[in-house]
């Protein structure tokens, strides 16, 4: 405990192994050894301050999720199952068990029954630590009892309890055993709270006492003390005070009776864990399997990833209505420009779409994070994950767009060919929304830069201005935008690749040599420049996948 600024959370994110910055000194045991990573994983968990929960789930769920991820797997659902149940018991939370969690716009579980059902995550891997970050920050006085309550009676079932605290209500502070009490990132008291009694006669009261800082039995006694190690603090020297007090030599004494009883009584505790973990791909079932398909129940998760398509398949389709079977007439100027058009469209349209599928990643990174450093899944598992879940949708948004525009331009090529560039058009246009997403600290980020990349990307499509007219400084450019291959495939599934009357080079009518199809593309070639979507495909899933894996937005 301590004020503002104290240096509380970052202590804890040292002692959990989660802090990202500065420079780390002195040693860090559990059981009288350095932890590795995989025993954090298996023997701690670390409760956030603030809820990561899935609002789409049911309270029962989410656990029961997090159950899958993170105990062994070879462990049956059956027995999961009744894990989560015994815990919903515990918490007290049966009444909402099956009330869905909510978010902001949508009403679900109070906040004490998100706060508990924080500590369930925490619980469902059965750890003999655990760690919470203020876990009564912004409930009530009794909702906040109720929750140290938990805590306490977890303690003494025999489970170590590290909490950072703040303005406890005085019920909720006398729960706790003993106190270390920070100001400014160093020590002014560590030992116990209270007497063998329960009463403040004996712990921090006399010690503060003997510095002349006498409390007042009838006020809250947390209040107390981060009053006087405020400001006061600083003045009085409590940081001095304390290493000159022999109340830090009985608390070193105490540490080393602790730390051999600890290193005698677990010493095989920290040998390999034969906890088997999930691998890549059972993790993405299980990501699938509850994410997902609670997702396909709200219409507000379906109708933006349908609603556009069908939208914007109806406009081009209208307004380009019967231009495919004038074009097949090298002579039909006019068409085989609107043609042209309306393929461009239907390249850049999916690209610009996927702006819809980019909030997910920024509003879902800080559940990301704590999935993640809870060792739930791997970075590529999510990313993965999010690959086929909005590939699944994107399959039918696509065929919809493509049944509408291709039998209403009544287009001379391959139906077959014009769904799979849409659709690989759409995935490239989606992993470039992640990349932006991931490497974007925010959603006005995001916002910017996406629209940068594609509206440039746009003016080099092709349709826009031919190649010969780019210029010289920039003509490396449609080489590197992954819209100039799509509306290239488009135009050669629909046009032939020769020029039909050579008379018509200099106008559309003769499209490759009007619009310089063969330079900046993969040549006169539907496969080619397919496969160079692809390519572009990878590139940002790749670029997106090395963001997640090495830019963390929070610092911890």
Not at 90 to 95: D, H, K, P, R, Y
Request: charged fraction near 15%.
């Amino acid at each position: 405990m301590g004020p503002s600024g104290a240096g509380k959370t970052t202590f804890l994110d040292i002692v959990t192994g989660r802090k990202t910055q500065g420079e780390i000194t002195g040693s860090l045991l559990f059981d009288g050894k350095k932890a590795t990573k995989t025993f954090l994983k298996k023997h701690t968990a670390y409760v956030e301050q603030f809820d990561t929960l899935l609002g789409v789930l049911t309270m029962r769920d989410m656990l029961l999720y997090q159950a899958q991820l993170k105990c062994d797997r070879r462990e049956s659902l059956q027995s999961k199952r009744e894990r989560v149940d015994a815990l919903i018991v515990e918490l007290g939370l049966s009444t909402c068990a099956d009330v869905v969690i909510g978010d902001n716009l949508n009403r679900g579980i109070s906040g004490g029954q998100a706060k508990r059902t924080n500590i369930g995550i925490a619980l469902v891997t059965e750890p003999r630590i655990i760690f919470l970050d203020e876990p009564t920050s912004g409930l009530d006085s009794q909702t906040s009892c109720d929750v140290v309550s938990i805590l306490r009676r977890l303690a003494d079932s025999g489970r170590t309890i590290m909490s950072t605290i703040h303005s406890p209500t005085s019920e909720a502070f006398r729960m706790f055993d003993r106190l270390l009490l920070l100001h400014k990132g160093h020590t002014v008291y560590f030992g116990a709270l209270y007497n063998k009694n329960g009463d403040a006669s004996g712990g921090a009261v006399p010690y503060f006492a003997q510095l002349g800082l006498v409390y007042d039995p009838s006020t809250n006694l947390a209040d107390f003390l981060i009053t006087e190690t405020g400001d006061k603090g600083e003045a009085a020297n409590l940081k001095g005070l304390w290493q000159d007090s022999s109340y830090l030599a009985d608390a070193k004494k105490h540490q080393e009776q602790l730390l051999l009883a600890s290193i005698q009584l677990h010493a095989n505790s920290a040998e390999a864990v034969t906890h088997l973990e999930h691998n890549m791909f059972s993790a993405v079932g299980v990501l699938l399997r509850f994410r997902s398909r609670a997702n396909c129940k709200y219409l507000d998760f379906i109708m933006p990833r349908i609603m556009p398509s069908i939208f914007f398949g109806f406009i081009v389709g209208t307004l380009y209505y019967g231009a495919g079977g004038k074009a097949e007439n090298p002579e039909n100027i006019s068409a085989r420009g609107n043609v042209a058009a309306a393929l461009f469209m239907s390249t850049v349209m999916p690209a610009f779409t996927a702006a819809g599928y980019m909030p997910s990643i920024v509003t879902e990174r800080p559940l990301f994070y704590r999935e993640h450093s809870d060792g739930c899944y791997t970075t590529g598992s999510y990313l993965l994950f999010k690959v086929i879940e909005e590939g699944f949708f994107h399959i039918f948004a696509s065929l919809i767009f493509c049944l509408m525009t291709f039998f209403l331009i009544q287009l001379p090529g391959s139906f077959w060919w014009h769904w799979l560039l849409n659709f690989v058009t759409g995935q490239v246009g989606i992993a470039l929304a992640y990349f932006c997403g991931s490497l974007a600290p925010n959603m006005d980020g995001a916002n910017t830069l996406l629209p940068i990349i594609n509206v440039t990307s746009m003016y080099f499509a092709g349709v826009l201005m031919t190649y010969d007219a780019i210029p010289d400084a920039w003509k490396w450019f449609p080489w590197v935008t992954f819209m100039r291959y799509g509306w290239t495939a488009n135009m050669l599934n629909n046009f032939p690749a020769e020029c039909e009357m050579p008379l018509l080079a200099a106008t559309p009518g003769c499209p490759t040599e009007y619009w310089g199809l063969k330079e900046g593309s993969a040549g006169l070639s539907v496969e080619n420049n397919f496969g160079a979507l692809c390519g572009f495909w990878a590139l940002w899933l790749g670029l997106t996948f090395l963001v997640m894996t090495f830019v963390r937005h929070v610092k911890r």
